[in-house]
């Protein structure tokens, strides 16, 4: 086991810095650079050079990727553009946020869509199974931006329950961390609910499918021959193999959570890394680009592995070595 | 087996809950708590006199009531609040309310003291600005002729990276400090403590030059530095001789100024505790207007955005005649477009009244020449508007000898007359305007091609390619704005060598020497009058010539809660500019 990790660790190298030379590659051919923000009507042609100069956009693009290797493998991101400070330290205040939020979110898919697929499978056919595939096939399909605004629309806007913008009021001091926390908590429910939701859908339809298959097969059968209660038949026996497939799924869930946090980020006004990472795409803030869209490559990498991991841990049946 | 298996669960639990629990802590509150407001310097004292001399007001810290801090809704800031490099609008706001500049306007555009009188020498070259007596920057330390002078030298330092070296390059001996030849600018002399002059090349002297000593003066003993990268880790972290005091910036999330309560001129301190900049997502700006989240912001005067404001209770959605525009530029080196009756044709051919109303509504007009409507220098007489005419617009192409064919598109000397527009989605403006185009223009004989490409590939085709070899377009549209003063040199109207050179913003290539020698003439006579005549020659040429148009002048709204009163915005005066009256009901 601990050589198949080491192995697949080591494999995630080359697999990560051609996913970097492409990444780089995009970048570089997608037209426009970061200089054309830095416009103003009263400039000097020299004076327009000199910005390109000064953010390297002058360097041929072979010798840019290398140079942006070398300072990476040094933890040096590079220079944002648009901040002109160092790109780690715009990005650590942002990665809390995000990960806060898609934890939060990761949970709310969990304990709602398990649950529900579950419920879904021993009653099928049945108006609550109907009804719950109904909601997960619009939860699928709903783009994450229209739902977003309409739960604005009516729970900050109409009945003023939840806050319309931000993770916090930066007027209101909490008493306590609690209450700070707390607070921040309160905000983030409806962000949570809409980065959730796609989650949700895609769990329950999953542990559903995966539970009928279960529930046919030889075993329940004489689980239930011997006389067991429904529950223990089903919550015991059926339950454990019918959640193998789920646990693959939670580590490739990671990398959709992060790409879902653009849209999601951006329409709550939440201070993350996908709200960054629009921002610094609009503006061919380069540096920015590169560090989000790797630490999105790591991260994918990572949960690919912490799938298969998980899938030997759950079923005793696969054997690594 | 089953414990075994409930452990795993229990403990993959406990380890997300923590892991949310130590990032919900992590982006807590560490400074967000009210400040107590700073006590005073020594030096200042409870009792200032006012500069004006008979005036005592009894000044010393305020408790910061959150209710009397003035909520403003934006969208990004860029952390750079320096007077030197910032280039968002929303950057310069905040460097607007921390920092004082040696002059200011008024609301008709013209250049008035603000923390010093000038002189302007009989050459029109040496500008000697006297600092008024008693100005402290916000942690109690004087300000001085020094520390104009470093600020200004800022603009020129070799690794500059703003957008503003404009601001000194005409100084005399800007050149030899820029490529390492002299350790200072001999433009830039310090006469005393609160005296300084500053004089201009031979050659640029320009009543538009008063305008590069409004940026704010920055605190030498703060912001002094060895290498560039010390003074920009300072960007965020600013602080001037203004009204307000730099507490705290979370990108993304908002920025927090204090009023600052020891102010030098204890009068002029403002009524409001402080101002917040929020950031708000577009969508939410008017919901947040709705529940009362923001006081004041400045949302694109798009129809929806109007509709939207238009029906919110308890604010006032003031509208401000503004100073930017859209432009539409024709490439006239190629066959197609060389001619200028070719050019009016298409302009006589686009409906620019059905264009406004769709676009802006109310608040929107046809653009008549490249001098805004708000100047001294703008005189509507004898342009023609294009009012919509498809006859006259197929005259034109007949008489530039542009014949039908039988694809119904002209051609002439074997060259059709097929067009491409580059349009950006970026905005909804250019994709309505180049949509009326495509109905009216095949009318007329011209076969137009749309191709929508984002704003940055646009802009490197056309107006910011860094060289003329690399300009590829034929026609395109953009947003631009125009300063205080009508000078023109150097911009998309120029025709100077600046403008039409490689890197310059005029990509239009239509070349004229005499009018050239008329902007030149313009930018530099101190007579109104004389310039208002050449302002009027070239609006007058180039309504005719149409190689650059002004398509339409656009208005801008402010949204303003109904509790903040005194707020002073028009053209030329920003909300920042007499924010001191503002006040607020809490």
């Known amino acids: 086991m601990r050589t198949y990790i080491i192995r697949r660790l080591l494999q995630i190298i080359p697999v990560f810095l051609g996913i970097t030379v492409i990444l780089f590659l995009i970048i570089e051919l997608s037209p426009g650079d970061a200089s054309t923000n830095f416009i103003d009507p009263r400039m000097r042609p020299e004076q327009r050079a000199e910005i390109a100069r000064r953010f390297g956009l002058e360097e041929p693009a072979f010798n840019r990727y290398f140079i ?26 942002m990665i809390p946020t995000t990960l806060t939020l898609a934890l939060l979110a990761f949970l709310f898919s969990v304990i709602i869509g398990i649950p529900a697929g579950i419920i879904s499978a021993t009653r099928q056919y049945s108006l609550a199974d109907n009804s719950l595939t109904v909601f997960s096939l619009i939860g699928i399909s709903l783009p994450s931006f229209f739902f977003g605004l309409i739960l604005l629309r009516i729970f900050a806007i109409q009945m003023q329950w939840f806050p319309l913008f931000g993770i916090r009021n930066p007027l209101y001091a909490p008493p306590n961390a609690l209450a700070g926390a707390m607070h921040m908590l309160h905000h983030l429910v409806l962000p949570m609910i809409v980065l959730g939701m796609g989650g949700t859908a895609t769990f329950m339809r999953y542990t559903r499918s995966s539970m009928l298959e279960v529930i046919r097969s030889d075993y329940i059968r004489t689980a239930r021959a011997k006389g067991l209660s429904e529950k223990v038949v089903i919550y015991r026996h059926a339950l454990r193999n019918g959640l193998i497939p789920i646990i693959t799924l939670f580590g490739f869930w990671i990398p959709s959570l992060m ?11 939440i201070p993350g890394l996908g709200r960054t990472a629009i921002d610094a795409v609009n503006f061919r803030d380069f540096p920015i680009i590169m560090a989000v869209n790797s630490m999105l490559a790591f991260l994918t990498l990572l949960g690919a592995l912490i799938s298969d991991l998980l899938y030997a841990a759950a079923d005793p049946r696969i054997k690594y070595d | 087996m089953t414990k075994r298996y409930n452990r795993i669960i229990a403990v993959a639990i406990a380890v997300i809950m923590s892991l949310v629990l130590v990032a919900a802590c992590a982006t807590e509150y560490e400074t967000a708590a009210p400040t107590p407001a700073p006590t005073p310097a020594p030096a200042t004292g409870n009792e200032t006199q006012g500069t004006d ?43 607007s309310l921390i920092f004082e500049g040696l002059v200011t306007n008024n609301a008709g555009g013209e250049f008035i003291p603000n923390i010093a009188d000038w002189e302007l020498s009989s050459d029109n070259l040496t500008y000697t600005f006297t600092l008024h007596e008693g100005i402290t920057f916000s942690d109690g330390t004087p300000m001085t002729a020094s520390d104009v002078a470093f600020t200004y030298n800022v603009f020129a330092h070799p690794e500059y990276t703003g957008v503003r070296g404009y601001v000194v390059v005409d100084f005399e001996g800007h050149d030899e400090f820029k490529d390492g030849t002299a350790d200072s600018i001999s433009g830039i002399n310090v006469i005393d403590e609160r005296t300084i002059s500053f004089t201009y090349a031979e050659g640029t002297a320009s009543p538009a030059n008063i305008a590069n000593f409004g940026y704010g003066i920055m605190p030498e003993h703060y912001y002094a530095f060895d290498a560039w990268d010390d003074f920009a880790a300072k960007f965020d972290q600013p602080m001037g001789s203004g009204w307000f005091v ?23 301190i403002p009524l409001i505790d402080g101002v917040i900049f929020l950031d708000i997502p577009d969508e939410s700006l008017a919901g947040a207007f709705m529940t009362d989240q923001v006081d004041v912001a400045n949302p694109g005067a798009s129809l929806d955005n109007q509709a939207a404001f238009a029906t919110i209770d308890g604010i006032d959605v003031r509208v401000i005649e503004g100073n930017s525009y859209n432009f539409m530029q024709f490439n006239t080196l190629i066959p197609q477009l060389e001619d200028y009756r070719v050019r009016q044709a298409l302009l006589y051919a686009l409906d620019r009244e059905a264009f406004v109303t769709a676009a802006y509504g109310a608040l929107g007009s046809v653009g008549l020449s490249p001098i805004s409507p708000v100047s001294w220098a703008f005189n509507p007489d004898g342009m023609n508007p294009y009012a919509f005419d498809l006859d006259k617009a197929n ?15 002209r051609t002439k000397d074997g060259n059709r007359m097929a067009i491409t527009w580059l349009v950006y989605p970026e905005a909804a403006w250019p994709g309505i305007l180049s949509g009326l185009a495509a109905d009216t223009w095949p009318q007329i004989g011209v076969d137009l091609t749309i ?38 040199t150097g911009g998309i109207f120029g025709l100077d060598e600046m403008a039409l050179g490689d890197g310059g913003f005029n990509a239009s290539g239509w070349r004229n020497e005499e009018y050239a020698r008329k902007m030149e003439d313009a930018k530099q006579s101190f007579d109104q009058a004389k310039r208002t005549e050449l302002y009027n020659e070239i609006s007058a040429m180039y309504n005719e010539q149409v190689p650059t148009v002004v398509v339409a002048l656009r208005s801008v709204m402010w949204p303003v809660a109904d509790r903040v009163g005194n707020l002073d915005i028009s053209t030329y005066v920003d909300w920042t500019y007499h924010i001191n009256k503002v006040t607020l009901d809490h």
């Open chain 1, 68 to 93: 942006w290797l070398g300072n990476t493998l040094r933890g040096d991101l590079g220079m944002s553009m648009r901040y002109q400070r160092p790109v780690t330290e715009i990005l650590a205040p």
């Open chain 1, 259 to 269: 790409g879902g946090a653009v849209i999601t980020e951006s329409i709550f006004g």
């Open chain 2, 53 to 95: 001399g008979d005036e005592t007001v009894a000044t010393g810290p305020r408790e910061i009531n959150q209710n009397n801090i003035l909520r403003f809704g934006t969208t990004s800031l860029d952390g750079l609040f320096n007077p030197t490099v910032s280039s968002n609008v929303y950057d310069s706001y905040v460097v």
């Open chain 2, 246 to 268: 730099f507490q705290e910036w979370r990108d993304k999330e908002f920025l927090l100024l204090h009023t600052n309560f020891d102010y030098w001129k204890p009068a002029d």
């Open chain 2, 395 to 409: 005259e034109l192409m007949e008489d530039a000898g542009w014949v039908m064919g039988g694809d119904g598109v």
């Open chain 2, 451 to 488: 191709e929508i490409m984002d704003f940055n590939t646009v802009g490197d085709r056309s107006l910011s390619a860094s060289s003329n070899a690399e300009r590829d377009f034929e026609m395109f549209t953009m947003g631009w704005s125009m300063a205080i003063d009508p000078d023109l």
